[in-house]
Antibody, heavy 123, light 112 residues
Framework: EVQLVQSGAEVKKPGESLKISCKAA????????IGWVRQMPGKGLEWMGI????????RYSPSFQGQVTISADKSVSTAYLQWSSLHASDTAMYYC????????????????WGQGTLVTVSS | QSMLTQPPSVSGAPGQRVTISCTGS?????????VHWYQQLPGTAPKLLMY???NRPSGVPDRFSGSKSGTSASLAITGLQAEDEADYYC????????????FGGGTKLTVL
């Protein structure tokens, strides 16, 4: 059974750094892509970026390029989303989701989702 | 502002049929990229509801169906049930800039 288990909720102050995780199980981690999706309070889904753990190819939404870093560690089947300096506007729920293919010419559906990590940034 | 436009809300009585539209452009749906749909029940993570325009994952009732034509796609729900009350999102791929994933703004379905 495919599972994506995300790290727990975080409460941070503006300017602090943060790295949240998404641990995959039940499939070959290096064969599929893992994407990250933001959902701000009461708002819709926004695609942030995606990584192919097989070779660490990473692609970002223009809206999030330079704002976050997506990475993966094959040895522990885990993808990460990190910020070097948080802002209050980063307060949101963040989801990871698996995608069978998401390259430069097309992108498939996100078939499995993590439970979400709530990030709250407040002074 | 999303590149895929959905109505903010739709509603219907139990047993009725409702449709949710997803309007894109020549750089996404009109470029023949597939459209996928997700259902997000209150307080839960999104769940894949329809992939490749009109394919249901295992476990999704056949009351749900999808279609695509030109620069638009639609999700239809027949025999509306109380448990269908949720937010629905369409998703596709856009080939502008360097190419990226796009979501619709979401539609809140209310079962009256």
């Amino acid at each position: 059974e495919v599972q994506l288990v995300q790290s727990g909720a975080e409460v941070k102050k503006p300017g602090e750094s943060l790295k949240i995780s998404c641990k995959a199980a039940g499939y070959t981690f290096t064969s599929d892509w893992i994407g990250w999706v933001r959902q701000m309070p009461g708002k819709g889904l926004e695609w942030m970026g995606i990584i192919y753990p097989g070779d660490s190819e990473t692609r970002y939404s223009p809206s999030f390029q330079g704002q976050v870093t997506i990475s993966a560690d094959k040895s522990v089947s885990t993808a990460y989303l990190q910020w070097s300096s948080l802002h209050a506007s980063d307060t949101a729920m963040y989801y990871c989701a698996r995608n069978r293919y998401c390259g430069r010419t097309s992108c498939a559906d996100f078939d499995y989702w993590g439970q979400g990590t709530l990030v709250t940034v407040s002074s | 502002q999303s590149m895929l436009t959905q109505p903010p809300s739709v509603s219907g009585a139990p047993g009725q049929r409702v449709t949710i539209s997803c309007t894109g452009s020549s750089s996404n749906i009109g470029a023949r990229y597939d459209v996928h749909w997700y259902q997000q029940l209150p307080g839960t993570a999104p769940k894949l509801l329809m992939y490749g325009n009109n394919n249901r994952p295992s476990g999704v009732p056949d009351r749900f169906s999808g279609s695509k034509s030109g620069t638009s796609a639609s999700l239809a729900i027949t025999g509306l049930q109380a448990e269908d009350e949720a937010d629905y999102y369409c998703q596709s791929y856009d080939n502008s800039l360097s190419g990226y994933v796009v979501f619709g703004g979401g539609t809140k379905l209310t079962v009256l």
